[in-house]
């Protein structure tokens, strides 16, 4: 059973089509990388399978469950998570509390009145521990408004671990991000347990082919070919409308 | 002593965040402030009863704008039910002023919640025209209701039976004045935990980053809600304390300048951390009650001037400013 | 049946002439939020600094209607660019919330000031000899200044609507609210926008404050009065649409001349209700972009 699956996914803006019967299957435990050229629909894509856009037609399937019509909380408690190429934070509390937040929502506290937040010492530490494996510990206190983008990349990664996903969306995690920051999000990457399925959009074809065992290209909202690296890379259509696009861009 | 608490930020990350919402002796300092004022100003003690129940006006809106982000023009329909169903209440079942208070309370939650299930599905412009328009309709529902709310003369004739059936209400104001300051003690207890829970921070995560919100499972759509029935509450106990103590209430009550000072008098104070209702009702009230008298005309001239400063130089009200000056005044120590 | 049928063409009339000043008054707001996604509550302000302006040349200075009507035009149009320069555009950026205050902080300046410099009570508005009584129309008659009043505002929109439709400038605008950001790129100078789209809206709006003075009186509250109507207009018409407002001055006008009329014991309690019920069927207005 796949951790992940869409059947015929389509989502039209008017006459304009930016997903077209899309069949993806993400397996457990799957390094999968989606690429495709800018317009390509990937981010669509996400946002299709966490539910912040609904679907014109097609089924979404989470661990063989249809949550095409779960809201996106729904999704999220049943082991989905995400980033975003743009960073969506709570940028005028600490990054200490955003990570905070998601693990107490997480924890399923969110309703409760009944005592102080911040005495759950416990889910605060794990919260810190999380900050410090991404090495962003000391700055834990910090608001985050007033943090360089870099660390903001390590915050939006935080978040999305802090749920302990077990299907993980990663939408272009590195953009922006200086080498020695991409280094961290990469490790990160790498060291997550192997029983997380990782969906990971991003345009360094260094990264995408270090990292992933499986690619998808998309292509105007249409899956183009799908394989092992290796098949990619020797794919003459792809090379003509991915690659032959010129250096990366 | 007092540079000492400036410092007390030691200790790992976790435990100096951990701190962070601890009760500090500071905050009772309002409390000390308030049981003074009784016996130093006690000609004065119907302002300050005034002065309390918009307080706790001033809190419920600062639940609802400031924690959870809800902008909305329409408060005073909360406040103003609230004020009326305690008015009828005591017309017509019993004048028993603490089970007035949770008729009150009902009846401004019920509409909170109706409203709020309806108008909280949208945001921005929209959703500041549905407040207003909530507040219009029930402005124009006691003004016409004449049979029920008596239009615009008002409901008169309330009279109140003792507290516990012990304190009675006096033509000076000493009952009134311990009555709202218990009551907004209660409440204020309430909403401190409230905001210092777990559900208290997600309303703020909701405020930060509504999208990022529902990407970490949170159901925001029924925080939201559960808030502004809270908050709705709440603002129909404090127009009950006005029912209550002046005996009398009028359409002013929903009015939509009520509405608006309470937003002012918020943001003067400072919005999202409680005390700003207090610090700003207090110097609002205050200013209103001495330079409105001397000129009358002028007094909304002021008012606007100050908040356009605010917004242009000081975000953060009146508390903003105060932080400010302590975190100068620790960075010199260091 | 001739009684209701009478009836019907009085609010009908009155309606449409009330409808044609709100949306004189209010299509600037329409634009002006559209393009700047600003929350102006204090819009109205220059709709009755219109109607001062006019008002006061016409009574104490004896300038004839027509003249005193551009001058309001003119002075406010000019006035709202001060006040665009030095205070709007340091919030453009700002949140809803800002603007919001900042806005209410304008209005409540507004009635202290009107209130000392021309006092509390409404300004008289003398309509001209050759507007006043009423026309002939074979089947019926109507006044002559609300008929007036209707031709004038049409002639407003046609021109309003065409130099959208046709000119540069209207181009300019429409690419601006459509995507901002493209507009940019493709060399539009926003900053120089706004500007002169805030100056035209404002000067609309004294234009339509002046000439409906006599539907709005003008008295130093006029800012915060009428406040829900123009802000119903706008947002029941869809932020930046230019004909979106159109309908929705007219639903509004007539609707609420025809409560006014039939129901007058409710108020504007339906008004209100149908508001809301638009709004939460179209969150965006009925011509707003989803």
Redesign the interface.
Known sequence: MSALETQLLCKNFGALSVANKIDFRLEPGARHALIGPNGAGKTTFINLITGRLTPSSGIIKLAGEDVTALSQSGRVKRGLGRTFQINTLFRGLSVLENVFLTVCEREGIGNSILRRANARKDLLEESYALLESLHIGDDALNIVRELPYGKLRLVELAIALALKPKVLLLDEPAAGLPSSETAIVFDTVQQLPKDIAILIIEHDMDLVFRLANRITVLVQGTVLVEGTPDEIQHDARVREVYLGEGDHG | MIFKWFNAEQGSAVERFAKRDRLNPLELLPWILAIAAYYVFPSYLPLGSQILLTILFAISLDLALGYAGIITLGHAAFFGVGAYSAGLYALHVTGEPLSGLVVAAIAAGILGLLSGLVILRTTGLTLIMLTLAVLLIVQEFANRARPITGGADGLNGIAMLPIFGVFRFDLFGHTAYWYCLSVLFVMWIFGLLLVRSPFGRSLTGVRENITRMHSIGAPVRRRLVTIYTISAAMAGVAGALLAQTSQFVGLATLGFERSGEIVIMLVLGGIGRIYGAIVGVVIFMIAQDSFARANPAFWSFWVGLLLVLIVLFARGGALGIADNLVALLRGRKK | MDAFLSAFVSILFHGLAYAMILYVISVGLSVT?GLMGF?NLAHGVFAMLGGYVMTTLMNRYGIPFGFALLAAFIAVALFSIVLERL?YS??YR?G???Q???S??????????V??TWGALPQRMVVPEMLRGSLDFGFRSFPTYRTFLIIVSFGVIAALWLGIERTNFGAQVRAAVDNRRMAESLGINTSKLFTLTFALGSGLAAFGGGMGADILAINPQYA?DYL?YF??V??VGG?GSIRGPFVAALLLGIGDTACRYLVP?????FL??A??GI??WR???LFGKA
């Open positions: 939020m929350v205070l340091r919030l700002a809803e919330l800002e919001v205050l900042f209410i902080g304008i209005i409540f300046m507004s009635v202290a000031l209130r000392y915060q829900i802000l119903m706008v947002s932020l014991e409710f108020g504007a309690f209100f209700a508001m809301m709004l939460l969150p965006m207005g």
